[in-house]
């Protein structure tokens, strides 16, 4: 039997009942400058949608940047998410790795899983203490802007690579 993505249309053979669609929230402190890069949030966050849940919240930086990350924590608990945060310090995994983690992390309580991007200088050591995990994109630095759009892409992969689509060739 073929299972069915929250959209009601076939993707893979497991039963729906046993692999609920995975809930995903990415957030990230700072306002989006670039429009190239909003463009990009948006096409991967729609390509997304066809095999998990996806929210995206950026978080303002007004009252500097440790109050919006305190922000940041009180959401991530607020959804009572497994808060992980992308850090260049962070566990690196290829591709398919990163796929593994993501349905294993899912799978081991369903809770949703929520992905954090951080302002210019990183995260502070009670973000830190406060993540579930750390995960890094890449040994090199990158925007945070940057950063983003990497990472919906690598979700996008992760996810096609989960529900059999051909895109990671």
Do not use: C
Request: charged share 25%; aromatic share 8%; proline share 8%.
């Amino acid at each position: 039997p073929l299972a069915w993505n929250r959209q009601g249309s076939r993707r893979s053979r497991t039963p729906p009942h046993l692999h609920p669609p995975m809930r995903l929230r990415i957030f990230w402190i700072g306002k989006t400058k670039d429009p190239a890069v909003a463009l990009w949030t948006a096409e991967y966050l729609k390509r997304i949608s066809r095999f998990a849940q996806i929210a995206a919240e950026e978080i303002p930086t007004r009252g500097g940047v440790p109050a919006a990350e305190a922000e940041l924590l009180r959401r991530a608990a607020q959804h009572r998410a497994r808060l992980v945060l992308l850090d260049p310090a962070g566990r690196r995994l290829d591709s398919p790795q990163f796929a593994a983690y993501l349905d294993r992390s899912f799978a081991q309580d369903g809770r949703e899983l929520a992905l954090a991007i951080g302002g210019p200088d990183g995260f502070s050591a009670d973000a830190r203490a406060a993540a579930q995990a750390s995960l890094s994109l890449s040994p090199l630095t990158f925007s945070h802007e940057l950063a983003r759009a990497m990472l919906l892409e690598q979700l996008y992969r992760a996810l096609a690579l989960l529900n059999h689509h051909p895109y990671p060739r």
